[in-house]
């Protein structure tokens, strides 16, 4: 093959989209390119940073591993939580920025960081309303999503996290912003300047290539969170071990390893959320508890045990204390009906492989579920007594006593609890500048979403995953945009 065929097939692979670029410099390797900001990763974070930056002059590039772009935000269910004085009111539903405060940061056990926290919930309705102008629209309605505490999910009319994806990227490519897939950041470039270090770039691979991505204003990390590395979660946790992960393979914390050569702090890392998944042999959740409203859970004695509108840490320690670990989330018609196309057709799939049933009468559903019919038949005679008197033995709050399991057919899904997202990280400040062991930010390096920690302390509160992702994505790349320490 000549030098030319091997520079002409390494310039088609790599880079398509090219115009951004300053220089270019092959022969000798590395492949060096050179740019304002480099984002790394492709989810929410990634792009709502790259939108901000390029918003404000600009010239950004997107590092993204894998063959897809999204992450974990396209899977997503995609709520996404703001106190909507607007929205809410049509509904009956008060709430403040106060309250929204007050309950994340208790959720989180008192262990979040206020600082961070305040700016997420000055910041949510602020960016719901930045992420319209890119075309993304919510329904009216406003939800409790599961272990959401309140009313103020957002729900995405492009179901779960495709719109934002879709979205967002539309406006990257419009804005002349690449994403290059195939393209994974291995470590960060620095130069030392009195002792300190100054990030200017990125060594990456890309499609097996090595490539140096140099940054005049700076890098910021949007690569996720590391469930899907299962591995390292039950290490961090042992209680996690066995448990499946639902959620996208991209979630590795690869690159934690380059965060900390260059001096950054990583954080709470052995604190690690749980959420309800398939069963053992099977791969789809059903999403049936997406709606707390709409659903109860039971055990495999037909009983229920549990408040549904607890806390995520509260709800995984009550089913795995339940036997075998196993339970089962229950739906009436309207329940059904109000889930989303991907759910019901994952609800589908459960009837098929045998740990879903339909069935128009509790009875009846019970029989097919292997339960005593005449504790699922109390449970729900008991569920729904307790819609009328806003009283519930389990302690389920008046405002989510408010629809009966009474509509048939009913539905039932087998579930367990997997591992869902981790609220450890890398440690940032207000302004998403990473910080060092000693609290001080290193030059020129920036992350958001969910590689980042402080926000969730011990326990995240549903719908707040997103809404972290996007506030602290804009805000990275505003603050790499600004950088007066660009070289
Ligand atoms: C099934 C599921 C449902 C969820 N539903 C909700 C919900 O309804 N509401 C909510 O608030 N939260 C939800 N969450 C959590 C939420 O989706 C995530 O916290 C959020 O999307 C994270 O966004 P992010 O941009 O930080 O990371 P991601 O969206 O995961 O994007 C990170 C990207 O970085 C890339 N990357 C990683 N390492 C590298 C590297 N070294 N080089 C280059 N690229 C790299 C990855 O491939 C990935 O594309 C859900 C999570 C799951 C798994």
Same mark, same amino acid.
């Given at each position: 093959?000549?030098?030319?065929?091997?520079?002409?097939?390494?310039?088609?692979? $790599?880079?398509?989209?090219t115009?951004?670029?300053?220089?270019?410099?092959?022969?000798?390797?590395?492949?060096?390119?050179?740019?304002?900001?480099?984002?790394?990763?492709?989810?929410?974070?990634g792009?709502?940073?790259?939108?901000?930056?390029?918003?404000l002059? /600009?010239s950004?590039?997107?590092?993204?591993?894998?063959?897809?772009?999204?992450?974990?935000?396209?899977?997503?269910?995609?709520?996404?939580?703001?106190?909507?004085?607007?929205?809410?009111?049509?509904?009956?539903?008060?709430?403040s920025?106060? $309250?929204?405060?007050?309950?994340?940061?208790?959720a989180?056990?008192r262990?979040?960081?206020?600082?961070?926290?305040?700016?997420?919930?000055? /910041?949510?309705?602020p960016?719901?309303?930045?992420l319209?102008?890119?075309?993304?629209?919510?329904?009216e309605?406003v !939800?409790?999503?599961?272990?959401?505490?309140?009313?103020?999910?957002?729900?995405?009319?492009?179901?779960?996290?495709?719109?934002?994806?879709n979205?967002?990227?539309?406006?990257c490519?419009?804005?002349?912003?690449?994403?290059?897939?195939?393209?994974?950041?291995?470590?960060?470039? &620095?130069?030392?300047?009195?002792?300190?270090?100054k990030?200017?770039?990125?060594?990456a691979?890309?499609?097996?290539?090595? @490539?140096?991505?140099?940054?005049?204003?700076g890098?910021?990390?949007?690569?996720?969170? &590391?469930?899907? =590395?299962?591995?390292?979660?039950s290490? *961090?946790?042992?209680?996690?071990?066995?448990?499946?992960?639902?959620?996208?393979?991209?979630?590795?914390?690869?690159?934690?390893?380059a965060v900390?050569? #260059?001096?950054?702090? *990583?954080?709470? *890392?052995?604190?690690?959320?749980? =959420?309800?998944?398939?069963?053992?042999?099977?791969?789809? %959740?059903s999403?049936?508890?997406?709606?707390?409203?709409?659903?109860?859970?039971?055990? =495999?004695?037909?009983?229920?045990?549990?408040?549904?509108?607890?806390? %995520?840490d !509260?709800?995984?320690?009550?089913?795995?204390?339940?036997?075998?670990?196993? @339970?089962?989330?229950?739906?009436?018609?309207?329940?059904?009906?109000a889930?989303?196309s991907?759910?019901?057709? =994952?609800?589908?799939?459960?009837?098929?492989?045998?740990?879903?049933?339909?069935a128009?009468?509790? /009875?009846?559903?019970?029989? /097919?579920?292997?339960?005593?019919?005449?504790? *699922?038949?109390?449970a729900?005679?008991?569920?729904?007594?307790? #819609?009328?008197?806003k009283?519930? @033995?389990?302690?389920?709050?008046?405002?989510? $006593?408010?629809?009966?399991?009474?509509?048939?057919?009913?539905?039932?899904?087998?579930a367990?609890?997997a591992?869902?997202?981790?609220?450890?990280?890398?440690?940032?400040?207000?302004?998403?500048? @990473?910080?060092?062991n000693?609290?001080?930010p290193?030059?020129?390096l920036?992350a958001a979403?969910?590689?980042?920690?402080?926000?969730?302390?011990?326990?995240?509160?549903?719908?707040n995953?997103?809404?972290?992702?996007?506030?602290f994505?804009?805000?990275?790349?505003e603050?790499?945009a600004?950088?007066?320490n660009?070289?």
């Amino acid at each position: 093959m000549t030098e030319t065929a091997i520079t002409r097939r390494m310039f088609t692979a $790599l880079f398509v989209n090219t115009l951004c670029f300053s220089s270019f410099v092959y022969g000798s390797e590395p492949l060096t390119y050179e740019t304002d900001i480099v984002v790394i990763g492709s989810g929410a974070a990634g792009l709502s940073a790259a939108l901000s930056a390029a918003g404000l002059g /600009k010239s950004v590039l997107i590092l993204e591993k894998m063959p897809v772009i999204g992450g974990n935000t396209l899977l997503s269910t995609g709520l996404i939580n703001a106190p909507d004085p607007e929205r809410q009111k049509q509904f009956k539903i008060d709430d403040s920025n106060e $309250l929204f405060f007050k309950q994340t940061y208790e959720a989180g056990h008192r262990k979040g960081n206020t600082e961070l926290i305040q700016v997420l919930v000055d /910041k949510a309705l602020p960016t719901i309303q930045w992420l319209e102008q890119f075309g993304i629209q919510f329904k009216e309605e406003v !939800i409790q999503i599961y272990g959401g505490i309140w009313p103020r999910g957002h729900n995405p009319k492009v179901s779960h996290g495709r719109g934002y994806v879709n979205f967002l990227s539309k406006a990257c490519k419009e804005k002349g912003i690449p994403i290059k897939t195939h393209t994974q950041a291995l470590s960060l470039l &620095f130069e030392t300047e009195e002792g300190k270090k100054k990030i200017v770039g990125v060594k990456a691979l890309s499609n097996n290539i090595p @490539v140096e991505f140099k940054s005049k204003n700076g890098v910021i990390i949007a690569t996720g969170g &590391f469930s899907a =590395n299962l591995k390292l979660c039950s290490q *961090l946790d042992p209680r996690l071990k066995g448990m499946k992960y639902t959620g996208s393979p991209s979630a590795t914390g690869d690159i934690f390893k380059a965060v900390q050569e #260059v001096g950054g702090q *990583l954080k709470d *890392l052995e604190q690690i959320q749980c =959420n309800l998944g398939p069963i053992d042999k099977f791969t789809y %959740r059903s999403g049936y508890h997406t709606d707390v409203k709409r659903h109860i859970l039971v055990n =495999n004695k037909g009983k229920r045990f549990v408040a549904e509108d607890g806390l %995520r840490d !509260i709800l995984r320690d009550a089913v795995l204390a339940q036997p075998g670990g196993e @339970v089962f989330i229950l739906v009436d018609s309207d329940g059904y009906q109000a889930l989303s196309s991907r759910f019901q057709q =994952n609800g589908a799939t459960s009837e098929n492989l045998g740990y879903g049933w339909k069935a128009d009468s509790i /009875k009846k559903l019970a029989d /097919k579920m292997k339960v005593s019919s005449k504790n *699922l038949e109390e449970a729900v005679a008991q569920y729904n007594a307790a #819609v009328d008197s806003k009283k519930d @033995v389990f302690g389920r709050e008046p405002w989510m $006593l408010v629809k009966k399991i009474s509509k048939p057919p009913f539905y039932a899904t087998k579930a367990r609890m997997a591992i869902h997202y981790t609220m450890g990280g890398i440690v940032i400040d207000t302004k998403a500048r @990473v910080l060092d062991n000693d609290n001080k930010p290193i030059e020129n390096l920036y992350a958001a979403g969910e590689v980042t920690t402080g926000i969730h302390g011990t326990n995240r509160v549903g719908g707040n995953g997103i809404l972290d992702a996007f506030v602290f994505g804009k805000i990275a790349g505003e603050s790499a945009a600004n950088n007066k320490n660009a070289y």
